[in-house]
């Protein structure tokens, strides 16, 4: 099991910046990778960045060039650094845990939090 705390959302303006943080209640090094995801109002959960164990990472299209996804092994964080926001980035963004042992994959995901992006 993996708990996951979500923190950092908000309200900014176009050209803004904001930064998500997720605490995991366990060492991010027994976890195969961690990412954001963001879900718009009517459209379906996508993919913002993810970051293996061995920090691969893997952004999309969308946002590539303006986020940056990291960790922090110490405290078994992983953040979200969104720099020049755009309204269309305006979502409820989950924190993502995938832990692969022998069977499936298993995702646990944080409560989200809300960022809102006023033009």
């Known amino acids: 099991q993996v708990q996951l705390v979500e923190s950092g959302g908000g309200l900014a303006q176009a050209g803004g910046s904001l930064r998500l943080s997720c605490a995991a209640s366990r060492s991010i090094f027994s976890i195969n990778a961690m990412g954001w995801y963001r879900q718009a109002p009517g459209k379906q959960r996508e993919l913002v960045a993810t970051i293996t164990s061995g920090s691969v990472t893997n952004v999309a299209d969308s946002v590539k060039g303006r986020f940056t996804i990291s960790t922090d092994t110490v405290r078994n964080m992983v953040f979200l650094q969104m720099n020049s926001l755009k309204p269309e980035d305006t979502a409820v963004y989950y924190c993502?845990?995938?832990?692969?042992?022998?069977?499936?994959?298993?995702?646990?995901w944080g409560q989200g939090t809300q960022v809102t992006v006023s033009s």
């Open positions: 993502n845990a995938k832990v692969v042992r022998l069977g499936p994959p298993e995702n646990y």
